[in-house]
């Protein structure tokens, strides 16, 4: 499901203990790892830039969000925050 720049599916598929990565202009990427077994449980952010996986590269930023449908609107806005303050600081903004 498309939530402004991005696609992430519901809260649901992570309560469940699914992980989602993706992928934005080429470059912008973010993985989402639910936590449930923290107190209390979190949806955790990775971002990172470049085209080599998430192994491979630096992690630009880390944060953390409840595993609630409110810490789910909270991590699809900052994200899109991200994202957007990244098209601004690149070659992308210019489109």
Same mark, same amino acid.
């Given at each position: 499901m498309y939530h402004g720049y991005i696609d992430v599916p519901t809260i649901a598929y992570f309560e469940f203990g699914n992980v989602w990565s993706g992928s934005l202009l080429g470059t912008f990427n973010y993985k989402i790892i *639910? !936590?449930? !077994? $923290? @107190? *209390? *449980?979190? /949806?955790?952010?990775?971002?990172?830039?470049?085209? /080599?996986? /998430? $192994? !491979?590269s630096?992690?630009? @930023?880390?944060? $953390?969000c409840p595993l609630s449908e409110e810490g789910y609107e909270e991590l699809i806005a900052m994200l899109n925050e991200r994202i957007h303050a990244y098209r601004s600081e690149t070659a992308y903004g210019l489109t």
């Open positions: *639910p !936590k449930s !077994k $923290d @107190e *209390p *449980p979190v /949806l955790h952010v990775t971002i990172w830039y470049g085209t /080599l996986c /998430l $192994d !491979k630096e992690i630009a @930023e880390e944060f $953390d």
